[in-house]
């Protein structure tokens, strides 16, 4: 199963970034590939926050926007919106002790448990530096695409 995280959700929403093409066609490869994936809860929250900020680069979108993208992934895409599993909160703050989570990188770590809990084996994001956790694979769609 397969885990897709908020930047590559943000680059398929966003048309007027670089990464836009790219992105769009890896999620419409992963959708169309029968595999399974998702979205967890913290990247969906973290999605809606970039995407409709009103200080976002260009427009921001409206929440009317930001819930048809989503809606759309899950009814056309196949993709499930995961929730965190049982005591999330206490094994989030044992791993970030235990792994030296800092500062932001606690967000990615939020998304890679909840998707881990979810049954995930890879999560695909475009970011070098993105916080796993051990069994979940990191694989960047864009590099592969270019």
Request: aromatic content about 8%.
């Amino acid at each position: 199963m397969i885990a897709v995280d908020t930047n590559l959700l943000i680059y398929a929403h966003r048309t007027a970034v670089p990464e836009h093409t790219s992105a769009r066609a890896a999620i419409e490869r992963l959708a169309s590939s029968g595999q399974s994936w998702g979205i967890a809860a913290p990247a969906l929250a973290e999605f809606w926050s970039v995407v409709t900020h009103p200080a976002a680069s260009g427009r921001p979108s409206t929440p009317a926007e930001a819930q048809e993208f989503i809606e759309t992934l899950a009814a056309e895409g196949g993709a499930r919106l995961w929730r965190p599993g049982p005591r999330f909160g206490a094994r989030l703050l044992q791993v970030a002790t235990d792994r030296d989570v800092r500062g932001v990188r606690v967000f990615d770590l939020q998304i890679a448990l909840t998707a881990f809990d979810n049954g995930a084996s890879e999560i695909w994001t475009h970011d070098a530096n993105f916080c796993t956790v051990p069994g979940l694979a990191i694989r960047d769609p864009l590099l592969e695409a270019g």
